[in-house]
C-alpha cells in the first residue's frame, strides 16, 4: 500500500490545466497501486498564511517556550510536515506563475522548511530528513521552458527541486505540459504530456 499526498497550488479550479494533468499522475499511480490511499492538500482552500514576523520568532524559539499563540502556529507547520512524512509517494501540481511556483506553494514551503523536522544540520552541514520518497511534479505552463532560448527563465522546477533536495528527496519525476499559450502547440500539449506519465 502506497500513501500518496497531492498537493494543488493552481488557484484556477476545472479550467486548470496543472490539476488536470496532476490529476492524470494519480490516476496512473492509483492504477500500478491499486490499493494506495490519497490525501488531497489543496493550497487554494485551505490557505498556508504568508510568512510573517510572529511564524519565524515561533519557529526559532524552543517550544518550551511557546507562548499559546506561537504553539497554534508551531502545530499547524507540523500537521503539514506530517503529511510528507506519512507519504510514500508527492505529487505537486505546479503551474509556472511568473517565472516561479504561485504564491500558495511558496507560502506552503515556507511553513515546511524547519530544522528538526524536514532537514537538520549536523558537522557536515545541512541533512534532509525525508528520504525514501518519490516526488512527481505536475508542471504547466504558457511558454516552453524545458529547452530554447526561455529554459533560464524557468525558476520553478529548478526551486522545487532544491527545496525538496534539501529536505532529503533526490527520486524526482517532471511531467511537462508546456507551449499552452502558443497557437500549434497549445491544442495537443495536454494531451500529450498525459499520454506520457510514465510510473516508475
Do not use: C, W
Not at 530544522?115 to 541533512?127: L, M, R, S, V
Request: charged share 25%; aromatic share 12%.
Amino acid at each position: 500500500m502506497k500513501n500518496i499526498l497531492h498537493i494543488i497550488s493552481s488557484p484556477r479550479a476545472e479550467a486548470s490545466a496543472s490539476r488536470k494533468l496532476g490529476n492524470a499522475v494519480i490516476q496512473k499511480i492509483r492504477e500500478k497501486y491499486s490499493d494506495s490511499i490519497v490525501k488531497e492538500r489543496d493550497l487554494t482552500k485551505s490557505k498556508v498564511p504568508v510568512l510573517e514576523e510572529v511564524h519565524i520568532n515561533t519557529f526559532f524559539t524552543p517550544a518550551e517556550n511557546h507562548s499559546e499563540e506561537q504553539q497554534s502556529i508551531s502545530k499547524y507547520s507540523e500537521d503539514l510536515i506530517s503529511e510528507l512524512k506519512e507519504a510514500d509517494i508527492i505529487v505537486i501540481d505546479s503551474p509556472m506563475y511568473n517565472f516561479s511556483v504561485p504564491a500558495t506553494l511558496r507560502a506552503y514551503f515556507d511553513f515546511t522548511s524547519r530544522a528538526g523536522y524536514t532537514f537538520k544540520y549536523d558537522e557536515n552541514g545541512p541533512k534532509g530528513l525525508l528520504t525514501d520518497k518519490k516526488l512527481y511534479v505536475a508542471f504547466t505552463s504558457g511558454n516552453i521552458y524545458s529547452e530554447g532560448p526561455y529554459q533560464l527563465y524557468d525558476s520553478n522546477i529548478p526551486y522545487i527541486k532544491n527545496i525538496f533536495g534539501f529536505y532529503g528527496i533526490s527520486d524526482i519525476s517532471v511531467f511537462r505540459a508546456e507551449g499552452l499559450s502558443i497557437p500549434g502547440i497549445m491544442e495537443t500539449s495536454l494531451e500529450k504530456a498525459i499520454n506520457n506519465i510514465a510510473i516508475d
